[in-house]
């Protein structure tokens, strides 16, 4: 994809969470954006991941400005 940034904001071994069946949580996590991206065009993919099988669990859009 052009224009497209992968990077990881949580330790290399990921952040571990616990959530139940039906639930919902929020989390936040500090992260910083590099000068050089244009943040008001910047959305951020944020997903769950389980780790044995790597089926994701949740996924959320986040819009920077």
């Known amino acids: ?3 497209t940034l992968r990077d990881l904001v949580t330790p290399p071994t990921g952040q571990s969470i616990t959530i139940s069946l ?3 949580n929020n989390y936040s996590q500090a992260y910083s954006i590099a000068g050089a991206i244009n943040q008001h065009k910047t959305d951020l993919i944020v997903f769950v991941q389980r780790i044995s099988t790597k089926e994701v669990l949740g996924v959320e859009e986040v819009r920077l400005r």
């Open 22 to 24: 039906g639930q919902t």
């Open 1 to 3: 994809f052009n224009n």
